[in-house]
């Protein structure tokens, strides 16, 4: 099995975030995003020291990794695309809604 790793930063030093900050982006498809990100499901919890955002003063109490089965992230993740609209490359946007809508629309069936 193979997992994707998305990126974090540790400083933006370069501006490297605010290239991908695109506050043209729906709320609707980010905030839907950010919560997809914000609730992964659980990997692990690296050692190291709690994350910062980068951008503000927004502070997690611990690192947490999640994934979908396909990517990896960074729990902070979640507050980039949702506080500043950092934006994720359109195919994965793509993917991770498309995965999103599929469980959303699912039917329910009791199995136990």
């Keep these: 099995m ?3 790793t998305l990126s974090t930063w540790s400083c933006n030093k370069n501006g490297e975030l605010d290239e991908l900050v695109d506050p043209e982006w729906s709320d609707d498809e980010s905030s839907e995003l950010s919560d997809y990100l914000e609730f992964g499901t659980l990997l692990g919890y690296p050692i190291s020291t709690p994350p910062t955002c980068t951008m503000c003063d927004f502070k997690l109490p611990q690192m947490l990794i999640f994934t979908d089965g396909v990517y990896e992230w960074s729990q ?7 506080a500043h609209k950092v934006r994720l490359p359109d195919p994965i946007v793509t993917e991770m809604l498309s995965r999103l809508h599929r469980l959303q629309d699912a039917e329910h069936v009791k199995a136990w």
């Design 2 to 4: 193979e997992l994707r």
């Design 76 to 82: 902070i993740l979640f507050h980039y695309v949702r």
